[in-house]
């Protein structure tokens, strides 16, 4: 998911994240020291991209509000499986290490908007 908010300087800060799909909103997990993480402390309004890069292209987009949780460990937890499986326990040992002070994003969307050009690309 690409996630985009607004930055302290009035322009948009956008960043790739890890994600997830529960409760009727989009979960992510990051450091809280990070520039995202503070521009959704001051304004919650975001733009949200989760999109595939080859053909045939589809996707979703919109727009909605963020919540920044403190406790983000269970969320980063559920992302390392979802994402890395069993496998790479390096690198999940290495992130878990690190995830002390994570925090949650979950973002409630207020609009959607998806597209599939599968039909269109056929040929």
Known sequence: MRLAVNGAAGFPILMPLWFMWADNSFWAAMKPTAGLVQGLRRDGRCAFD?????????????????????????????????????????FQTWLLERSADECAIRITPETLTAWDFGARMKS
């Open 50 to 90: 989760i999109s595939i890069e080859t053909p045939p292209y589809k996707g979703v987009r919109g727009r909605g509000t963020a919540e920044v949780i403190d406790d983000g460990l269970p969320v980063l937890k559920q992302l390392l499986q979802r994402y890395l499986g069993e496998g790479s326990a390096r």
